[in-house]
């Protein structure tokens, strides 16, 4: 019953949400990464061999960064403090490179595709959070034990945490020696809005971006989270970028800067 009354409610709230109502450039070609759940919607013909991907946040679904090695060679550098968002990118890329299967619980069919072992070598795992500044903060767990994603900003409100080491963008770009980023994918619960305005403050030379936006209509701190997406795009548009696409039942974005155009 309770399971009834959560789906009535989710789309009572899905029906309520306010319009979105920034301009999404449709007419640039696109392709769609990784499996329905960890997958995302990226321009066409934009990475190559040497682009540099940035990909903060991990879970147990790195479909997305596996396909983008897969399709273009490049090196895919991966953020994630939670314990169990490592362990499980340490054992996908242990496998590879042993060429065992892996399991992924959101692919269809219940593992990773099957990869040259030499890929395992382009997998990069940094065990940190990305925010405004270099510190040490408090990661606060799900609500539901069987989930994996943590939140900077305790976006379910719990009071389980563990404190993990955060950086600014801008700083890990430095140390890694990137003056660029061809390829930005944020899914970080709740705490987007921060990097956001780091990235605008920093005017980090950034390609593509994809963003996905937590707050949902069953999900959010106040009634105003439209607001808050809406002008988070806005700063970006004002930057340079343009959305390109939005995939339909989420509010995960995905924008490029108007030089790669």
């Known amino acids: 019953m309770q399971s009834i009354l959560r789906r009535i409610r989710t789309k009572y709230y899905k029906w309520t949400e306010p319009a ?109 959070g990305v925010w405004n500044e270099d510190t040490y903060l408090r990661f606060f767990a799900p ?27 801008k700083t890990i770009a430095n140390r890694l020696g990137h003056s660029s980023i061809n390829l930005l994918k944020i899914d970080i619960e709740g705490a987007e809005y921060q990097v956001i305005e780091s990235i605008v403050q920093d005017g980090l030379h950034i390609d593509i971006l994809c963003i996905e936006f937590d707050e949902s209509a069953a999900n959010h701190f106040d009634r105003r989270y439209m607001q808050r997406i809406t002008d988070a795009l806005a700063s970006l548009l004002a930057a340079g970028f343009v959305i390109i696409a939005k995939e339909k039942d989420c509010h995960n974005y995905t924008l490029i800067h108007q030089r790669i155009i």
């Open 20 to 128: 979105f109502r920034l301009p999404i450039h449709t007419e640039i070609p696109t392709e769609r990464l990784g499996t329905p759940y960890g997958g995302w919607i990226i321009p066409q013909n934009k990475l190559s061999l040497d682009s540099v991907c940035y990909l903060v946040g991990a879970g147990e679904d790195i479909s997305f960064d596996l396909a983008l090695i897969d399709k273009f060679g490049c090196q895919a550098h991966i953020f994630d403090p939670t314990p169990r968002a490592v362990e499980h990118v340490k054992t996908v890329q242990n496998n590879i490179a042993i060429g065992k299967p892996t399991a992924c619980l959101t692919s269809p069919t219940g593992f990773y595709p099957d990869y040259a072992l030499p890929m395992a070598e382009k997998i990069h795992l940094y065990p940190t």
């Open 143 to 169: 609500t539901n034990e069987a989930y994996v994603s943590h939140s900077l900003v305790n976006l379910q409100q719990t009071e389980q945490f563990i404190e993990v080491p955060v950086e600014r963008l």
